[in-house]
């Protein structure tokens, strides 16, 4: 997916993307999930699912692209990556649950992908909502959005013309 065209003053100018960024639903698709993604144009899901009836509901809200993660069932698993570097909107991104990645820090992901050019690295996997620059790279972390051993939280990433913002949004 790329940023849509839209012309504007007799020139080409890219629209604002908005992508929703969740993990670690561990089979709980809260509603509070449903309305903080909506009006989204695609979800990154970073592992952890749990199920296929749970990301099937998850696809109700927009299209998603996701990545294993170390307890999501066997069925759902075999047909998952286990990372995937994906670009939006000139955006590289890597997508990773992080459970094989050490212990799942910004230390070791920046070890990981901090030379494979990518822009933003999301992972999910400790339940802990974090954002780090380092060394021009975003690491984001969204927390889990089913609220598993802490609050439910997930991200919102916007990218425009002039780069890309990232936020948590908390799932009340």
């Not at 998603?64 to 993660?69: D, L, N, P, S, Y």
């Not at 909107?89 to 890597?94: D, P």
């Amino acid at each position: 997916m790329t940023a849509r065209r839209k012309r504007a003053g007799g020139r080409d100018t890219a629209e604002t993307m908005r992508i929703g960024i969740v993990s670690d639903t561990h089979d709980k698709v809260l509603a509070a999930l449903h309305h903080a993604l909506e009006g989204v144009d695609e979800i990154l899901h970073a592992g952890d699912i749990a199920s296929a009836e749970a990301l099937a509901e998850i696809e109700t809200i927009e299209p998603v692209t996701a990545v294993r993660g170390n307890m999501d069932e066997r069925a759902l698993a075999d047909r998952l990556p286990e990372e995937k570097i994906l670009t939006r909107g000139g955006v590289r991104i890597a997508l990773v649950h992080g459970h094989r990645v050490g212990r799942a820090s910004v230390d070791d992901l920046a070890k990981r992908f901090g030379n494979q050019g990518v822009d933003l690295v999301i992972w999910g996997h400790i339940h802990e909502p974090v954002s780090e620059l380092r060394d021009g790279v975003r690491y984001f972390n969204p927390g889990t959005a089913g609220g598993i051993g802490a609050p439910a939280t997930c991200g919102i990433l916007t990218i425009s013309e002039q780069g890309f913002t990232i936020e948590h949004v908390t799932l009340a």
